[in-house]
């Protein structure tokens, strides 16, 4: 049982939930100005665990045969039989099931919302097939973490969380550029779209560079829309020395420092807002 529970943490990358999951909480503790009630934490993280579980459930579903010729990902838990399709069905229905209960004990809204979140889950994996665009759509669909929360707190849509929400798009889609770059000759040989693809690694390097300049610029309006003090900007000149750092580990030359750019930084990067957010608001 344990082997079969770290299989389907192994084809979620649960390890990767430290990505969105903190920015959820930013949305939430901004939106309460200070700690939201239990409750509400505990249906935001069930929340979001769950959705993220369906997401990527459907992603290696959907993906499944572009993984299994994909020598990088040809040893996935689908594609190399450790999981069984049918399997891996009933656990994205069960985790989208969890993921609209949560949406249901949170407030009206998060549950009228919900098949956004999900349509957005399913159409993802299929944007890679038509379009240099699918970076951004996945941003999108991270995205839905802080504005989930802020709903889940506010129980209404407001315009002055869309900074931090458009800040989360172009972070996530600035290291998903940067991801991509090592399946660039897989992705021309398959005819799978992304920037690197489409514009070279040189050029994909760079645009990741401007959509990682436009986060950083995004949580400053955040800070200034939010009235935040010295103690959110001493995380933002953080996050700026962590986003400079990541980019100097990534050359056209040197790919080999991939992983370490797209887990450690990005997860130092998101756990960094957070803190400083909610220090600023509680201090």
């Known amino acids: 049982m344990l082997n079969r529970i770290v299989l389907y943490l192994r084809m979620i990358k649960f390890s990767h939930s430290v990505f969105a999951l903190p920015f959820a909480f930013t949305a939430a503790v901004l939106a309460s100005r200070g700690v939201p009630d239990l409750h509400t934490i505990l249906w935001i993280t069930v929340a979001m665990v769950s959705g993220r579980s369906a997401a990527m459930g459907l992603n290696r579903v959907i993906d499944r045969e572009i993984d299994a010729k994909n020598p990088r990902t040809s040893q996935r838990e689908i594609p190399s039989g450790k999981i069984k399709i049918t399997e891996a069905w009933l656990f994205i229905i069960v985790s989208l099931g969890v993921f609209v209960y949560s949406a249901y004990r949170l407030n009206p809204l998060c549950l009228k919302l919900s098949p956004v979140a999900i349509a957005f889950f399913v159409v993802y994996p299929f944007t890679k097939r038509f379009t240099w665009l699918c970076h951004l759509v996945l941003g999108i669909a991270i995205a ?4 989930g929360a802020w709903i889940a707190v506010k129980g209404e849509i407001s315009m002055e969380i869309f900074f931090l929400v458009l800040a989360v798009v172009f972070w996530l889609a600035g290291f998903d550029t940067l991801y991509a770059l090592q399946d660039v000759e897989f992705d021309k040989g398959y005819g799978i779209y992304s920037i690197p693809q489409k514009f070279g690694i040189k050029k994909a390097i760079y645009i ?10 995004l949580l400053l309006v955040t800070a200034l829309v939010f009235k935040l003090g010295i103690i959110f900007y001493i995380g933002l000149g ?8 990541e ?4 050359r056209e030359d040197d790919l080999s420092k991939l992983d370490m750019a797209f887990f450690n930084m990005n997860g130092y ?7 400083f957010t909610f220090a600023d608001l509680l201090i």
């Not at 953080?238 to 750092?245: D, P, S, T």
């Not at 980019?247 to 990534?250: C, E, I, P």
């Open 238 to 245: 953080i996050v700026g020395a962590l986003l400079f750092y």
């Open 247 to 250: 980019h100097r580990l990534v």
């Open 269 to 275: 990067i998101s756990l960094t807002v957070f803190f």
């Open 144 to 147: 839905g973490a802080p504005l």
């Open 208 to 217: 990741s560079r401007v959509f990682h300049l436009l986060t950083w610029l």
